[in-house]
């Protein structure tokens, strides 16, 4: 079928997906003007947990809407903002997952195509939604059954493993101590969980995770330990010079 150009979608919402101990979260949904049902991508600003907003990717919204794509944008709770902090982002991301399924039919989406692609702390939560979707530890308040997985995920300069023996940058660790509530090496398995790599396996859906050669938030050594975790789960690795 002809490719729709890029005028050619349309944006709606928000969309109240959740809302834990009172707080409304939404996300916006951009899609080609052309009939469903279309295959979706969810995504996930960045922002280390802590700042950003998903009107970040309103450009990237319309590029994928002009490709044939739904794509959602999705608002999530922020660490040090809201309690609890982790499992909180992850939970919401599981959550929208859940909220785009249940409404397919009136979205014109198609619930057996749905990828998520996120940014740096987004990076994160789309891989949890890829190798951690059977874990309900993660699970938090949302009004929606279903399930919270993927088709596949793309990771952009993620913290995909944050256990204590990984050789983060000790800047990183007020980060990690605020994304948690305790420092990871005091939450050894608060840390894990909050690891998607630990969890990954050969039955994953494919994850695509692509880092930056001069990257100093993310640094080799650190996604090298990552990759390690993922060597039996299908994976690609991209390095962006």
Do not use: M
């Not at 929208?96 to 195509?113: N, S």
């Not at 840390?191 to 994953?204: F, I, K, N, R």
């Not at 090298?224 to 994976?235: C, G």
């Amino acid at each position: 079928c002809e490719v729709p150009r890029e005028g050619e979608t349309r944006t709606d919402g928000p969309y109240i997906y959740a809302e834990p101990a009172g707080k409304r979260l939404h996300l916006d949904l951009t899609r080609p003007t052309g009939p469903g049902p279309h295959p979706v991508a969810v995504l996930f600003h960045g922002g280390a947990f802590q700042g950003g907003d998903e009107d970040h990717l309103a450009r990237l919204g319309r590029r994928l809407g002009a490709a044939g794509w739904a794509a959602a944008r999705v608002e999530y709770r922020l660490a040090g903002r809201e309690e609890p902090d982790f499992p909180a982002p992850v939970a919401d991301a599981r959550c929208a997952v859940r909220f785009l399924r249940a409404e397919a039919a009136d979205l014109g989406l198609d619930p057996g195509r749905v990828v998520a692609i996120g940014f740096s702390a987004g990076g994160h939560l789309a891989a949890a939604l890829a190798l951690q979707a059977d874990d309900a530890r993660l699970d938090g308040e949302c009004g929606h059954g279903g399930r919270p997985d993927v088709s596949g995920a793309v990771a952009f300069y993620p913290p995909l493993d944050i256990r204590p023996e990984v050789p983060w940058d000790p800047s990183a660790d007020s980060l990690f101590t605020r994304f948690l509530g305790k420092p990871r090496d005091e939450a050894r398995e608060l840390a894990t969980l909050a690891s998607p790599v630990a969890a990954a396996g050969e039955d994953d859906p494919p994850l695509l995770v692509i880092t930056a050669e001069d990257d100093a938030i993310v640094p080799p050594e650190v996604t090298e330990h990552a990759l390690a975790s993922l060597a039996d789960a299908p994976h690609a690795h991209l390095e962006q010079a």
